[in-house]
């Protein structure tokens, strides 16, 4: 099998050249099936975890520092232990992937849904209870009928459910799906809506999952990415998984690099051990900027997070040096931006994502984000005014109050604000919102007051100019595309 | 529209057997009535109401917060184009303007044949591959102009046979036969698994079969 | 929350607010240890007596755990040991300025024409806490202005704040889901499911608490500004519970009735009966002036002289061919003086406040008492042996809702048929009519279930084992059936004593002060103070008299025969609200002369030759006494209209005709004699009545004990058809709901309701009315299929429109069989 190249069954995934954990199986065209995993030490970390006890195995996965995959970074093992010894106690797997520019659990869920669900398994017997909820995203057909089958086959096979690998040991995994928010990924906004509510977060604490999560009892939420090791973790041990890796991020992580690279793609990589720099422009990786083009700023760990530009290329992919220089690894999805971008209009992008998918539970975010849309569309439709540019910052600190996670300019003169922000809200949506706002304005404000000049002139002129400026990227808003017939939204 | 069909009844049973509370079936039950009639019919929600007991109203609440709920009815095909950061940056507001060209309706209208219902929406996991999009939430990547004409053609022609109609999400679903079900239990009555309690200690050599 | 009668007697957690060292409760949450330091947070979505969600965001205040100061929303945060609390920092201002900024964005401006311009928190917060101008120049969001949501409520939701208090209240407290949250983010909005409406009982709760004009509730819309008026404390008479309220007045008309927060009675929720039945006091058919029929003509307005002459005269023959029927709608003071007149004055123990639909006056008055936080106290076992509290005493049912869903009290039910409480009940014995005494005492341990008429084995053990003694048990005793005589009931108290020592009561009865009634005398063999007739010395009288007088079943069965010359309704409309149509109407058509004191021409009224005009609630000062044996005002609040006059002075006024001193001409003179002569009330200070909480639960002690007969021998299986059970619906075409034009139209059609496999055996065909035959009295009535009712009983309302249920039941009988047919069919 040729590495260090797309793979054509897996859209979007590079088979590049190191160490495989979680795509290991993924050059394989059958990789999905119950017959190609058993052919490839499947299942075999689970009749691993059964010749332990429950707690040995939990134990495993403390030391060998596995990290969740879901954007905190927190360590699985530890999570694990938060656990009060409390039945009847659940394990629900978070595969709600919809951070903007994360993309990496659904392949796991398509290629490998046997890997997830051994995963699933092992977690549920360390953990010991019996009933795991694996909730999928719901615009993900393809993997909530790869995992259904795949249930199916293990269901067969007494891989799951009544007396696996014939002991007495019963355990139930059920396929749950979503319906489209985003909102449903933050952990008790997923526990709401598995309880057949409305996908609202509830506030932490009381309501911490480990101790009161699903119908109010002891609940861990783990990533898909995060189980999906289980099954190479148990067969190879603590020890051999942390020879990858650096010592504070152990292992590898899969990442998204999209936008203006030439090789975008889905990369298992070490991750602590190679920077910025070495992922959008090594030959292993996304081989550089595309031609013609110069970086402008990446956004480094999901839609959520504050911006990146040239001056942090330099960092290596470690959650804790990430954070400190003011943004997040978050969920490995790395979007990188060149000079083509228009700063406002990405960030009204942004902004426009969060807006449309708060839940609406928290005043500020409700109300907070649908108006940093609305002034930012203004902007663009060239009604801005100058007072609307620290109108932005200030609505954003009504939300996210403080001074915000942002990176250094060192030309600039202007330092580093750790992650996380704070917020006036009951999870991260909102504050999100203030991301894009605060890393824009803060780099490119002369593109703001730039709009906002050109709001005097000729309307026209202004939309024509700015596409013309922005290689085709423009606002496109032509005589065609307004004279087509509405359709009620 | 409708009720369930009794056919869809027995099914919509068994799924809400497999959780400890039934209205935890709520969406899978919601995504099951859109798959009878295309949308999630107002007597179809009566209809769940009773079935997991509750409120319509709540149903309705909770219908209503997802966005691939449609309470109206929509095309055959709803095709999805991601407008979000990554295919932003590689087109994806000029594919929507596209379509909207092609198909002659704005974002949330239905063509005039009933075929084909148009959405923006947001990221859609194939950040890698944009512009992309989704019909009934099956992936098209990497899709220009021209592919986009080309699936509209097809789309209409019934050429996409691989493309089931609005509604349908899963063709393969879960199925636990009821002697490999490892027993589901309300909160309520649920206890400690009896397996877990009898092996705090290290089994002793077992070995397991597949 | 929980309701405690004694919550301070944990230790203290010290915090610091606001630079001060305070003290919190244990599991206090902050917003509340602030509020009772004087430190008020301002809040939108939080209520006391609701879950905290914690989403309008208003109540953040920065609160330093020991890692420095940060936001934390008050409502959600139990005040723990030494955290430091700045309710005034820059932080907490700017945050508070924010969600102010924030709610108002898309907040219309149309404080001038909304019905809580003035009382509106949202404007209140804004003017303390919020910014000077909105910097929001974009289109607000729209939504078609008021719509409908029930018969009683609109909903405006461009000023709705989505705080989630209404959709709250009608989830967890009223257990009727029937609004809930629509859309999501911005969009989102509280609605009802398309043509459900928010029909709860208890939907105009939502106004009072709704924190802006979003909710409004129809009959005050546009009625009035809040500064217009005028309010007293007093107590809700729509049943006995005696929900506390506030009673609001404009230029001399009832406006509005709010729900007070009484910690011991209704925690501020109301029935929609208790907060819109104020309406009855303005309709035009009150009768306003006294009213004569001269010889066989019809009734004309006459002056109060005359009528009271007229009734006067009637009142003077044998006291024994003299009766009183009514009287819980009278208020204390008015119960004492009509007690007075009739027995102490005239001399006739004919009296009867309850109409055949209550409790035996001596178990009413005997057994000993439960007050409702007792009842509702965490961790004890109710028996329900009564009616569906939804529909007969809503504000209690709210009580005993919490009770069971948030702080663990169990509830066996000992009734006819299913209640609105059943989901939530622990153990459940539906009992045909005539067993639930033999079932009550089957609780017995050592009992065999086969003497528990076929009740669920599982059910019987279920209660039984509740019933063990290791719980507190307390009974919530009314009148569940109709058409099933009391004795009973009164079998299953008796069982539920011997089986439970210590065991107390709540007697859930429907009708307003009838327990008041009942503790005045006005009952037959009783004097006031619950003092049995025979052998009692009641100085203050000129006599007691000399015999034990009939119920009103005796009453009306005299009457008929000729041997009552005289009946007084005091508010009562036998003609519609006895239970045995045909007895009334022969009963009320033979008597000589029937004087009415009422605020309307009833049907009975209609057949009076005396009118006298009585002042409603609202209209005249008094107190009530409530199912706990709670004392509390009940106080005017608008002059009555006319010459109506408060039902004491009607008393009076005859008194004078009869050409006698009653012994009082102010209220407190009759205070004073009312405290002087019922020992129960010896301790009450009338003076601090009205600025008491929640007015003194009076010690209800007997110098009698109650004694129970053997039980009733439960009647013969029947294989006469079916088993009848008779029942209220709190919407009905009574007098008060029909007087109030919003209430008017929410009483359901009459309805027969059967058991699905019932109809199957009779072989009823949907579409085709049922004829119900009992001895040959037939009645046609449309039926439903309906699995709640229990096999082999039937079901209906009475007082609903469409069928008189009366026509099926004749006093005295122990239960009623029916046959049931298909119209059309032959049987």
Known sequence: ?489 | MSRLTPENELLASEIISRYPRPKSALIPLLHLAQEQDGYVADDAMEHLAELVGITPAEVLGTCSFYEMFKREPVGRYLLNICTNIACQLTGGEELLHEAEKVLGVRPGGTTADGMITLEDVECIAACTEGPCLQVNYRYEYRVDPAGLRKLVDDLRSGARTDIPHHGTLQRVRQHIPADRLGGIEAPEVAGTPAWFTARQAPPSEQKAGS | MTATDNPQTTTGVPFTLNGKAVEARKDELLIDAADRHGVHIPRFCYHPRMNPVGMCRMCLVDVDMGRGPGLQPACMMPVTPDIKVDTESEATKSAQDGVLEFLLINHPLDCPVCDKGGECPLQDNTLSFGPGESRFVEEKRHYEKPIPISPLVDLDRERCILCDRCTRFAKEVAGDPLIHFIGRGAQTQVNTFPDHPFSSYFSGNTVQICPVGALLAQPYRFKARPWDLETVESTSAVDTTGARVLVQSSRNQLTRILGLDSDAVNWGWLSDKDRFAYQVTESENRVTEPMLRRGGDDLTPSRWSDATKTAARALRGDPARVAVLGGARLNIEGQYAWAKLMKGVIGTDHVDCQLSDGLPAPMALGLPRATINQVCAPGGVVVLLGPDPKEELPTLYLRLRHAIVEDGVSLIELTPRPTSLSDLAAARLHCVPGTVGQVAAALAPGVSNESADAQPADQMTAARALLDGSRPVTVVLGRANLAESARYTADAVGALQRLVPGVTFLPALRRGNVLGGLEMGLTAGFLPGGVRRAGANFPAWPFVPDFDGKDADGIMRAAANGEIDTIVLLGADPMEDYPDAALAKAALERVSTLIAVDAFVTSSAAEADVILPAALFGESDGSFLNLEGRLSPMLAKVTPPGQAKADWMVAVELATALGIDLGFVTLAELRAELSSMATTFASVDWNRLASADDGPVLPLKRQWVLEFGDAATPPAPSSYGLRLVVDHKLWDQGTMAQESPSLAGLAPPALLHLNPADVEALGLSEGTPAIIDRDGATLEAPWVADPSVVPRTARMAIRLPGFDVRSLLTVGRSVTNILIRAAGGTH
């Open chain 1, 1 to 489: 099998m040729a590495t260090n190249t797309y793979v054509a069954h897996a859209p979007g995934y590079v088979d590049n050249d190191g160490p495989k954990i979680v795509t290991r199986r993924f050059a394989d065209p059958e990789s999905h099936t119950l017959e190609r995993y058993l052919a490839t030490e499947g299942y075999d970390g689970l009749r691993k975890a059964m010749s332990m006890a429950p707690a040995e195995v939990a134990n495993l996965v403390k030391d060998a520092v596995l990290l969740g995959r879901g954007g905190a970074g927190f360590p699985a093992g530890v999570k694990w232990g938060f656990m009060p010894p409390v039945w009847p106690r659940y394990l629900v797997v978070n595969g709600d992937e919809s951070e903007p520019g994360t993309y990496k659990d659904r392949l796991l869920m398509e290629r490998d849904p046997h890997q997830l669900i051994e995963g699933c398994v092992i977690a549920c017997y360390a953990l010991g209870l019996n009933q795991c909820f694996l909730y999928v995203r719901g615009e993900m057909a393809l993997a909530q009928e790869r995992i259904a089958q795949a249930l199916n086959d293990a269901y067969a096979n007494n891989f799951v459910g009544k007396g696996i690998l014939g002991t007495d040991v019963d355990i139930d995994v059920v396929l749950h799906w979503g319906a489209g928010a985003y909102i449903v990924g933050e952990e008790t906004a997923l526990i709401e809506s598995l309880e057949g509510n409305r996908g609202m977060p509830r506030l932490k604490p009381p309501f911490f999952p480990a101790a009161k999560g699903l119908y109010l009892k002891p609940t861990i939420v783990n990533n898909v990415e995060t189980l999906s090791n289980l099954n190479w973790l148990l067969i190879n041990g603590a020890d051999a998984y942390k020879q990858y890796g650096s010592e504070k991020s152990p292992g590898t992580r899969m990442l998204a690099v999209s936008g203006h690279v030439k090789r975008p793609g889905v990369y298992e990589v070490e991750a602590g051990n190679i920077s910025f720099r070495d992922l959008f422009y090594g030959e292993n990786y996304c081989q550089g900027i595309r031609d013609g083009h110069e970086l402008k700023m990446f956004i480094p760990g999901g839609g959520s997070a504050p911006w990146f530009f040239g001056d942090q290329l330099d960092l290596k992919l470690e959650a804790s040096d990430v954070g400190a220089a003011g943004s997040m690894l978050g969920s490995g999805a790395l979007v990188v931006m060149d000079d083509s971008t228009d700063a406002v209009r990405a960030c009204l992008r942004l902004v426009r994502f969060y807006a449309r998918e708060s839940c609406g539970k928290c005043t500020p975010c409700r109300e907070g984000t649908s108006w940093e849309e609305k002034i930012l569309e203004r902007i663009l439709d060239g009604h801005g005014r100058q007072e609307d540019i620290d109108l932005l910052l200030s609505v954003g600190a009504q939300i996210s109050p403080g001074r915000y996670p942002a990176a250094s300019f060192e030309d600039a003169g202007l330092s580093a604000v750790p992650f996380p922000p704070r917020q006036t809200t009951i999870c991260p949506l909102g504050p999100s919102s203030v991301a894009p706002i605060v890393s824009a304005i803060r780099r490119f404000r002369s593109e703001f007051e730039a709009k906002i000049v050109l709001d005097h002139g000729d309307h026209d002129e202004v939309d024509h100019d700015h596409e013309d400026n922005h290689d085709g990227h423009g606002h496109a808003h032509d005589a065609d595309a307004t004279a087509v017939a509405a359709g009620g939204h």
